[in-house]
């Protein structure tokens, strides 16, 4: 099987051109760094089987962030028969310039100038055999999204991995970098003089960059006036969608659970399966993964895709471009932004994601505080307590709370990033460069189909892997009575007096505590704590409210649950990957501790107010 | 008219005439395609003044104004 790599600047659709090669389905988004790790797949053409492996997006080769050091030894040493670089028809002549780094280290070579589609419509065109007689390796036009060109493309590949191509590449053989600073500056501007000269020779432009669509949205995107804004409304949509949508499918889903749950009780009782075996599968391994699955999926699947389209259309830089001035003043990189919103889908993502943060004490103010931001898990619990307590049933006034929460979450988050820069990571921002992706038309059908389906996915995979287990363990702990207490109760008790001095009780904390494996779990383990795990039927919404309402249930435990919910630990997956990217046991506790640490002092303080002014 | 990047207005066009600064940041400029003579253009600034978005051979980049101020310019007319 023959290798075939895939380098490129980020954001040139590379990871479009991969999925389409492969047929995978490894996510894309509209902004630079989205691929962080390799990512490998096989395509076969005519007959013959290809590995492809997709490299990080980097600008050069030559720099020294993580990513851009894989794709240089990978490109040195990974023993590729063919490499394609991929360039971004829309602006050529800056990639252009990775293309010819790559052509140093490797002279089997396709260009491959994709976005294409996207070129034409602003009035770019490319000519292609002049770059490629100016270039002297082969040079393909594709459109990755369109899945136009692509047979050209894998045509030139078949034929440089046979050595049947006419290869003269055209460089200088001066290497990527010089002995000394001096000469790996005058490398470094000969490739971008380079490019500039390719460009002007084979790209031609009909209308003026300032007219595009682009310009035009960012107009009132970015503005002074209305940029900030703009983004809060964005955001109070998105939620306001995601709870008035929910609400359907969620009664759909608790309908069939409790059908199917009723069945599998007569069923059991008609098998004559002795009354605790049926007890700890139905109450716990079924009662607790339905409840997950209920409550948790319908916000999940979306939000999600909403989310998406978002990412898709390239606003996700802009949403770092108008925070920068924040994070700058927080002493953190920019780019913080970013991450902090992979970690609205997944804090583990999120933290994986902080690669893209060149600078190492910038990195791990990013990894440490990624928490801060409710992941996917903690949104769906959040909006029920939210609905529970605040919003009066009305959904948007559910969505303002919650656009209030990450309001709070993103302040917090900065706040922790300023009192790292101050103490244990101490420092000035280093400076960084954030691109600007043109907006995208989001592919609308594809997102929702993709993202959805891999949500839906997603949350049944971890109510088996997850929430099955845990109900069962749960249902034991509420169940096995040494004393005539159950164990479950018992552990509530001796937790009461903390639980109680930060606004909340006993079985809260317990929750929050037995939670860990996974934040999904804490309402479903919440209600099996205050019902003594035997309740079947109660995986709606409404049943839930009512066991609440019964165990004495106020406002105040509500908000005080929510501000727990927003800060403490990460679940063990987030912990687990904040070790794998840190290395380091103390940084691994304190990512651990310090969002525990704001919780705490955050409900202890609203508690002590609530107590001394009503 | 001798100037540095960051107090480009908006709207504003230049060439660069030098990186004043080394290290990682000078080589991350160099990738990008800023070098001596490259044709910058500011386009925007952010609602807080920092940073700022050029448009710098087609793409558009943001740059803080810590790291701009290290880059020498000479104003010009914008084509």
Known sequence: ?614 | METTLNLLREGQCAHITSLQMRGAMRRRLMDFGLIEGTHVRCLRESPCGDPVIYCVRGTMLALRKQDSRYIAVEVEECS
């Open chain 1, 1 to 614: 099987m023959q290798l075939i790599a895939l380098a490129g600047n980020p954001n040139v659709g590379k990871s479009t051109l991969f999925n389409a090669l492969t047929g995978m389905n490894q996510h894309t988004g509209n902004w630079p760094g989205k691929t962080v790790e390799l990512a490998q797949g096989h395509c076969r053409y005519k007959g013959r089987a290809y590995q492809l492996v997709d490299l990080p997006g980097a600008y050069s080769l030559v720099s020294h962030s993580p990513e851009e050091e894989v794709a240089e030894s990978f490109l040195r040493d990974g023993g590729a028969d063919c490499t394609v670089a991929v360039c971004d028809a829309t602006c050529l002549e800056r990639s252009l310039i990775l293309a010819l780094q790559v052509m140093e280290l490797t002279p089997h070579l396709v260009v491959c100038i994709n976005l294409m589609d996207e070129a034409k419509r602003s009035g770019i065109s490319v000519d292609i055999p002049a770059l490629e007689r100016q270039l002297g390796v082969p040079v393909v036009a594709t459109s990755a999204q369109e899945e136009s060109g692509l047979d050209a493309l894998m045509e030139r590949v078949r034929s440089v991995c046979d050595g049947y191509a006419p290869l003269q590449p055209n460089r200088c053989g001066c290497g990527i970098r010089g002995e000394n600073d001096r000469r790996s500056d005058a490398i470094a501007a000969q490739f971008v003089l380079r490019a500039q000269e390719l460009a002007q020779r084979s790209v031609h432009h009909e209308k003026s960059v300032q007219s595009s669509t682009t310009a035009k949205l960012d107009r009132f995107l970015l503005n002074r006036r209305s940029g900030y804004g703009v983004m809060l409304l964005l955001l109070l949509g998105i939620f306001w969608l995601t709870i008035e949508g929910a609400n359907y499918p969620s009664a759909g889903l608790q309908w069939c659970f409790d059908r199917l749950g009723e069945l599998l009780h007569r069923g059991a009782q008609a098998l004559h399966i002795p009354a605790t075996v049926a007890g700890a599968l139905l109450d716990g391994v079924y009662a607790t993964a339905a409840r997950v699955v209920a409550v948790m999926l319908p916000p999940m699947a979306i939000f999600f895709p909403l989310f998406t389209l978002m990412e898709d259309f390239g606003y996700l830089p802009r949403v770092a471009f108008l925070m920068d001035d924040r994070f700058r003043r927080a002493g953190a990189c920019g780019k913080q932004s970013l991450t902090l919103c992979m970690g609205l889908g997944c804090n583990a993502a999120g933290v994986t994601g902080c690669r893209i943060i060149d600078p190492r004490r910038e990195r791990l103010i990013a990894v440490l505080t990624n928490a801060f931001v409710p992941c996917n898990g903690r949104f769906p619990a959040l909006i029920f307590l939210i609905t529970l307590s605040f919003s009066d049933g009305s959904a948007l006034l559910g969505a303002g709370v919650l656009t209030l929460c990450l309001l709070l979450s993103v302040f917090m988050t900065l706040a922790a990033s300023k009192l790292l820069s101050r103490t244990v990571l101490r420092g000035e921002p280093s400076s960084f460069v954030l691109e600007m992706p043109p907006y995208r038309k989001p592919r609308i059908g594809q997102v929702l189909v993709r993202s959805v389906r891999d949500r839906t996915l997603f949350v049944l995979g971890r109510a088996v892997v997850v929430a099955a287990p845990a109900g069962l363990v749960i249902w034991l702990l509420a169940n096995i009575a040494p004393n005539g207490t159950p164990l479950l109760q018992s552990a509530a008790a001796i937790l009461d007096t903390p639980g109680r001095l930060l606004g909340m009780n006993g079985a809260i904390l317990l929750a929050f505590i037995m939670g860990c494996p996974a934040n999904e779990l804490v309402l479903p383990i919440l209600m099996m704590a205050l019902t003594s795990g035997s309740l079947i039927g109660a995986e709606s919404t409404a049943a839930m409210s009512q066991i609440l309402t019964a165990a004495g249930w106020s406002w105040k435990e509500s908000l005080c649950t929510i501000i727990f919910f927003l800060f403490h630990w990460p679940c063990t997956t987030t912990l687990l990957t904040t070790f794998r990217e840190t290395k380091s046991k103390k940084w691994t506790l304190l990512a651990a501790v310090l969002p525990t640490a704001f919780g705490c002092v955050l409900c202890a303080a609203l508690n002590l107010i609530i107590f001394l002014f009503t």
